[in-house]
């Protein structure tokens, strides 16, 4: 079983529509978890951190489950703007950062 | 906020060339730094932790006489893909954080290097 796991997708949706996405990980030891954006040929960069009780940022919302260890982000109101992959990251000890495959968005008109 | 800045962003090279890539933390201080690997279509992976003053940590299958790091000071660190190939063609990615921040604190990445073997 892969450390951290999501649907590759892609996702398609229509602009306006609200879209969620998940991620599981297996080490329940893990310390940290956050949502990366990576557009096509860059590196990543930080969307938001994940808490246990729930992160919102504007159109975005995190939301961590320890029990059933997944994370998942919720985004509302989708834009075009939003079409990149979105990476699931959980950090282990010694900061070591674990990725997912990321799930690619793709908001179209 | 934290800078990464990472050099070359573009490599193109023949076989068989050694390719060395920097990574400099711009306005903080890294005990730590991280490379990464990213082939097409797929997820980044860690390749080493780079540690200030001491030997790198790295991953199973990555070889560390073929990918060389060395972290002489808190904000450089240095990876050399040694004697490269074709399959060595890939996207590199380091990351840090300051040395004052928390363990389980979110990384800064660099730009990344997109390197080339013809």
């Known amino acids: 079983r892969k450390e951290v796991e999501q649907d590759p997708g892609p996702f398609n949706v229509p602009e306006g529509a609200t879209v969620a996405f998940n991620c599981t990980y297996s080490?329940?030891?893990?310390?940290?978890f956050f949502w990366y954006r990576q557009d096509c040929r860059k590196e990543p960069k930080l969307l938001m951190s994940?808490?246990?009780s729930g992160n919102e940022d504007g159109r975005f919302t995190a939301q961590l489950n320890r029990a059933s260890q997944y994370i998942s982000l919720l985004i509302r109101d989708s834009k075009l703007s939003d079409s990149a992959t979105y990476l699931c990251?959980?950090?282990?000890?010694?900061?070591?950062?674990?990725f997912g495959t990321g799930t690619r968005l793709q908001v179209t008109l | 906020g934290a800078v990464v800045s990472q050099h070359p962003s573009r490599v193109i090279c023949k076989s068989g060339t050694s390719v060395k890539i920097e990574c400099r933390s711009l306005?903080?201080?890294?005990?730590?730094m991280f490379w990464y690997r990213q082939f097409p279509k797929q997820s980044l992976m860690l390749m080493a932790t780079?540690?200030?003053?001491?030997?790198?940590?790295?991953e199973q299958g990555v070889e560390k006489d073929k990918f060389l790091i060395n972290h002489a000071s808190l904000t450089l660190s240095t990876l050399t893909v040694t004697s490269a190939h074709p399959e060595d063609s890939s996207f590199y990615i380091c990351?840090?954080?300051?040395?004052?921040?928390?363990?389980?604190?979110?990384?800064?990445f660099g730009d990344g290097t997109r390197l080339s073997i013809l």
């Open positions: 080490n329940s030891a893990s310390q940290s």
């Open positions: 990351s840090a954080a300051p040395i004052n921040t928390g363990t389980g604190q979110p990384q800064h």
């Open positions: 994940v808490y246990s």
């Open positions: 780079s540690n200030e003053g001491s030997k790198a940590t790295y």
């Open positions: 990251v959980v950090i282990g000890t010694a900061s070591k950062l674990t």
């Open positions: 306005d903080f201080q890294a005990t730590t």
